[in-house]
């Protein structure tokens, strides 16, 4: 089974308008897009840091997604383990623009993707149903598809000029 290992606050950081959110509120959209925009036959971890909020569980599963909420090390170090402990790294996507994490996950064969590339696949996704979305405003919906948009653009443009 594919794999894709995701640095959530990383990713969070990245968008304009998850970023402005309460931690809590920014990874559950994060979740929501995710869950309708990628295919139910991957295995998808996010990887929190929870030293900003202690009060989580540390592992939760729904369907096809992992959330873990490290405890004892950081989020970094926890999705480099789980790149150590697999059986076949090159099965494995890490999302992330963390140099370390990308230095390590290249050394071991792993695909890497930044998430700016993430967030404009999950801007590409039009029907989610609105009984997921009763958190989030059409407004706020809107602005995620038009930073995302531009974020795409960006990364389009970079590789136009390398």
Known sequence: MYWVIIDGYNVIKKSETLKRLQLRAAREKLKVLIKHKLSP??????????KQDLLLPYRKIQENIEEIFTQDQTADDYIK????????????????NDREILSFAKNKRT???????????????????????????????????QELKKA???KLKTHENQ
């Open 41 to 50: 036959k991957i295995k998808i971890t996010i990887v929190f840091d929870s």
């Open 81 to 96: 383990e789980l790149i150590s402990k697999s059986k076949n790294p090159k099965q494995i996507t890490v999302i992330t």
């Open 111 to 145: 695909k890497l993707e930044k998430p700016e590339l993430l967030l404009a696949k999950l801007a590409e996704k039009q029907s989610i149903p609105s009984d997921t979305l009763k958190n989030i405003t059409p407004k706020q919906i809107l602005k995620i598809n």
């Open 152 to 154: 795409l653009e960006k």
